[in-house]
């Protein structure tokens, strides 16, 4: 045996002797589970909101590609952020900054799982929903995670519309194809976004700040932050009436939604307006308020729908 | 390179792996087995699914 053949052995018994820690909880852990839910929440709307029928096994399965393709996605980013992860409070102790899962476990995961969902999206259920959770992850992954995230204060904006596309996988599921509907309900979650990460980064921009992610209250203070958040706010409320403006949502969705908006703008013109000291409780309840907004508003559009509620009639035609 | 030294060579090469670390990869290969399990079936219930009522209609 050459000496190059023994060194390549011992390096390949590192990486086995370094590697394998994972439990299998890990690697659950890996794919972000209380992310998943809210996907997979939004992805359940965006499929009972779609007209006609799809049959419910298939209608898991679909749902199931989502949540394995949004997890894989989740994987990955942990993966690549493995290094600042490491030095944030709130990410040391995931998988791989805390040592249980290798880097290259983690990317094989995610890969294989990424792949894996998109070809059975495709094969079980159809291709434009497979296409669509192929471009969710590669929007995440490249768009988000490689490029967006470590460049601009705008990263939570622009790459918000990853995680706004499950409703829209949904609907394509269904239908195989996509109307205004779907590019509604898209809107939705993409502008609830800033205002949702922004109000988490405004108590938590010291962790932020430390790894060099320029997310907007490190680039441009807190009274910038808390202005775009009231902006953000004030353009969320009526994107969440479009529905019933469209006809395809009807007078609960229409009332129930000003009056969860009315509440929102409220926290988010609270936060704008506290003063520096209270500053960081303003910003916890507008961001624990942001998470039950959003999954009242999709309860909303699921109830309807489920008791067979009548939409309004359209005012707008698009 | 005489006998002993290609032995201790082989020694350092071979991964050593704790109770631990094998407990562990048991977890992961029986959630792999579980979770491969569950696709043959998930695969198995969609080919029917899709097919419906034309699985019985076939030539015998």
Redesign the interface.
Known sequence: MSDRAISTESFDAHALTDGGMGSARDFFELLKPRVMSLVIFTALVGLAVAPGAIHPVLAFTALLCIAVGAGASGALNMWYDADIDARMARTANRPIPAGRVTPGEAAAFGSILSVFSVMTMGVLVNWVAAALLAFTIFFYLVVYTMWLKRRTPQNIVIGGAAGAFPPMIGWAAVTGSLSIEPVVLFLIIFMWTPPHFWALALYRSGDYEKVGVPMLPVVAGAAATRRQILLYSALLVPVTLLPAALGFAGMLYAGAAAALGACFLWLAFSLWRSPAGAQDKAAKRLFAYSILYLFLVFSLLLAEKTLGLAPLQPILAL | MNEED?SK?HE??????TE??LK??R??N??IAWTLAALIV??F??TI?KLGGNVANRPL
Do not use: H, Y
């Not at chain 2, 350092?12 to 792996?17: D, N």
């Open positions: 290609e060579r350092i090469a071979t991964p050593v792996w631990e670390q562990r990869r977890q992961r029986m959630a998930l695969f219930v969609v699914v």
